[in-house]
């Protein structure tokens, strides 16, 4: 059991890789907040991760909003008395076409789900993992940022984006003596 006594969240955690990450992450023996902005597949995941042994509670909330992320790392510290892991997995996209039949409204959505939630969590979690002096954030991304320049326009964009503000939250997780706090970044 790789993960026995962490404490992770994963965001997006009521369907899909989300899912997948909460449940195995359960099985290596951590106790998981899953977070989804469909309360019922946040609380069916974390009753099969409970029902199969494991330890979870759901906790929905929208990654984008700065309240909703602010309670769900709250709820992972008071559940569970801390938190080692936070696995940024919620994610959203448009379908494919052209850029200018994208709407405005839609590539804003998909810019505060993919973008700036980064910020929220590591704005929220990295004050608990400077005091701990330890913490991982790993960012689920899809491989659209680094296709051909022929993709989606709004695509590239906000893997661009992405990468960028990952970084910045990556600079923000040193410790005061230095010590980088991890941000690991899987594709898919």
Known sequence: ?????????????GSGFGEGIAKRFAEEGAA?????VNAASAQRVASEI??????????????SSDLDVARFVRYALDEFG??????????????NQPMLDVA???????????VKSLFLTARHAVPHFRAKRSGVFITIASTAGVRPPSMVFTRRCEMIAFRDTARSCSSIGRTSSGKKLITRFMAW
């Open 32 to 36: 998981v907040v899953v977070n989804d």
């Open 104 to 114: 405005e409204e839609e590539f804003d959505r998909i810019y505060r789900v993919n």
């Open 82 to 95: 801390g938190l080692d892991v936070l696995v940024n997995n919620a994610g959203t996209t448009h379908r």
């Open 1 to 13: 059991m790789r993960l026995r006594d962490k404490i992770a969240i994963v965001t997006g955690g």
């Open 50 to 63: 409970v029902a199969a042994g494991g330890r979870a509670r759901s906790c929905a909330g929208d990654v």
